[in-house]
């Protein structure tokens, strides 16, 4: 019983030596990744953010900046090949499915209309995962924003709206952060999506008593008829890139 105690005791204690020797390595690659693409060094900066995410699949900073670089280089198919190949070898990686997703949306607005319905039905798969593996905040909130940018016949709508009151549950029991802002702007506007207007309103009036400087509110409750639905809808338009940084939630962990 004590040898098997000990022999324990040690695997643990090595395996605790490897995984900060990792951890070190994706930092390192990160650093290096980051560096180079301060000097638009794409190939190189993509190549470290890489090893930077395959040693820490899980880090939503590095595959958050990662894909923030695939953008600015307009590298989209690289992007969506690593993913695709990392998520494969790590299926339970709830962070490598969100960001999937993300990398399909990341290339949506450089896509033409027939290649963006697919591309976002891509994404719709990949938050789905995400959500399966785990129904935190961020992945029900943004699969819930997903299925809002669907045309009116194909009715997600109302999915949307399930998704995006189940994020609302999510951040009323935990500590408040910056950008649960965002859940009432997008439920407000779902509830709005789905007709029910006396809900929107409600939605809206909460948040802005939480969250008094928020631009998006003022304006929704400030606006009826056209000029709302105009607002609304310029946020739901294909060809306009949706911000995808995931920076509020590695940065609110690390207050």
Same mark, same amino acid.
């Given at each position: 019983?004590?040898?098997?105690?000990?022999? /324990?005791?040690? !695997?643990? #204690?090595?395996? &605790?030596? #490897?995984?900060?020797?990792? &951890?070190?390595? $994706?930092?390192?690659?990160?650093?290096? =990744?980051?560096?180079?693409?301060?000097? +638009? @060094?794409?190939?190189?900066?993509?190549? *470290?953010?890489?090893?930077?995410? !395959? =040693? @820490?699949?899980? +880090?939503?900073?590095? &595959?958050?900046? *990662?894909?923030?670089? &695939?953008?600015?280089?307009? @590298?989209? @198919?690289?992007?969506?090949?690593?993913?695709?190949?990392?998520?494969?070898? /790590?299926?339970?990686?709830?962070?490598? /499915?969100? +960001?999937? =997703?993300?990398? *399909?949306?990341?290339?949506?607005?450089?896509? =033409?209309?027939? !290649?963006?319905?697919?591309?976002? +039905?891509?994404? #719709? !798969?990949?938050? $789905?995962?995400?959500?399966?593996l785990n129904a935190n905040w961020i992945n029900l909130y943004t699969r819930g924003v997903s299925y809002l940018f669907w045309p009116k016949v194909f009715d997600r709508a109302p999915m949307g709206v399930a998704d995006l009151e189940r994020a609302m549950k999510v951040q009323k029991n935990g500590p408040r952060q910056d950008y649960h802002v965002k859940t009432y702007i997008a439920l407000g506007d779902a509830y709005w999506k789905t007709d029910q207007l006396a809900k929107a309103q409600a939605t809206w009036q909460e948040g802005i008593k939480l969250f008094p400087k928020s631009a998006e509110l003022k304006t929704r409750l400030s606006q009826k008829g056209d000029d709302l639905k105009n607002t609304i809808e310029a946020n739901f338009d294909p060809n306009k890139r949706v911000d995808t940084d995931l920076r509020d939630l590695w940065a609110s962990s690390q207050k």
């Open positions: 019983m004590i040898k098997n105690n000990r022999f /324990h005791f040690f !695997t643990l #204690l090595l395996s &605790a030596f #490897l995984f900060c020797g990792l &951890a070190r390595a $994706s930092d390192n690659d990160f650093q290096l =990744g980051i560096k180079a693409l301060e000097s +638009n @060094d794409f190939s190189t900066a993509l190549r *470290y953010l890489e090893a930077a995410v !395959t =040693g @820490d699949f899980d +880090n939503v900073r590095y &595959a958050s900046e *990662y894909r923030k670089a &695939a953008i600015k280089s307009k @590298d989209f @198919d690289r992007s969506l090949k690593f993913f695709e190949k990392l998520s494969n070898e /790590h299926p339970n990686s709830a962070n490598l /499915h969100l +960001n999937f =997703g993300f990398a *399909y949306v990341d290339k949506i607005p450089a896509a =033409g209309s027939i !290649t963006q319905v697919i591309l976002a +039905n891509n994404a #719709l !798969t990949q938050f $789905s995962k995400a959500v399966e």
